[in-house]
């Protein structure tokens, strides 16, 4: 099992950047897929980003690509997610998830962290 503790959210204007960051323990997350997703009020949470063991492999909701950036530092055991351009309808509760190697769910997740945009 893994604990992730997300940080980094807070209140910015349309067109400004967030750095979201995943602190893991209990398990190294270079042996997990590591996940953002995202909910806003009224809607169901959506993916945002996941990137694979060691970095090797990104994957982006269409929503998000080119504006958004996940990284993974092993050494820290944490998993960031660099927003640029931020839009209003970014806004929401940002969630980091941990996917066993082998599964098919995200089976931990943090409590998240709130990103409000304001245009």
């Known amino acids: 099992q893994v604990q992730l503790v997300e940080s980094g959210g807070g209140l910015v204007q349309a067109g400004g950047s967030l750095r979201l960051s995943c602190a893991a323990s209990?398990?190294?997350?270079?042996?997990?897929?590591m996940g953002w997703f995202r909910q806003a009020p009224g809607k169901e949470r959506e993916f945002v980003a996941a990137i694979t063991r060691s970095g090797g492999s990104t994957y982006y909701a269409d929503s998000v690509k080119g504006r958004f950036t996940i990284s993974i530092d092993n050494a820290k055991n944490t998993v960031y997610l660099q927003m640029n351009n931020l839009k209003p309808e970014d806004t929401a509760v940002y969630y980091c998830?941990?996917?066993?190697?082998?599964?098919?769910?995200?089976?931990?997740w943090g409590q998240g962290t709130q990103v409000t945009v304001s245009s």
């Open positions: 998830a941990a996917r066993p190697p082998g599964k098919a769910d995200y089976g931990s």
């Open positions: 209990g398990r190294t997350v270079s042996s997990y897929v």
